[in-house]
């Protein structure tokens, strides 16, 4: 069984910044892609960043300069690091990743169960 467990979430006002941190575990042979996803009240869920396994990003364009994704493939670890945070920010966001939970398995997607963010002043 695989688990993703997110934490870092919380209030902050415009112009702050926070940190995500999401860390899978459980049964994993080999993880690909690691993302963040977000979502407001009464939207759909929508990409913000993703990295590969080499590590090539890949950023929605409202978040482009202000929002920055790393991984830790020692500790299988995805971060996110948020700066000039903005009203809009305002979501529930989702860690996600592609595992191949054990040697010539197919991969699965796995989401973590979500941490708030608001920013308001």
């Known amino acids: 069984q695989v688990q993703l467990v997110e934490s870092g979430g919380g209030l902050v006002q415009p112009g702050g910044s926070l940190r995500l941190s999401c860390a899978a575990s459980?049964?994993?042979?080999?993880?690909?892609?690691m993302g963040w996803y977000r979502q407001a009240p009464g939207k759909e869920r929508d990409l913000v960043a993703t990295i590969t396994s080499g590590g090539t990003t890949n950023y929605t364009d409202s978040v482009k300069g202000r929002f920055t994704i790393s991984r830790d493939n020692t500790k299988n670890t995805v971060y996110l690091q948020m700066n000039s945070l903005k009203p809009e920010d305002t979501a529930v966001y989702y860690c996600?990743?592609?595992?191949?939970?054990?040697?010539?398995?197919?991969?699965?997607?796995?989401w973590g169960q979500g941490t708030q963010v608001t920013v308001s002043s």
């Open positions: 996600n990743a592609h595992i191949t939970p054990y040697y010539s398995a197919p991969h699965y997607s796995y």
């Open positions: 459980g049964s994993i042979f080999s993880i690909s892609v």
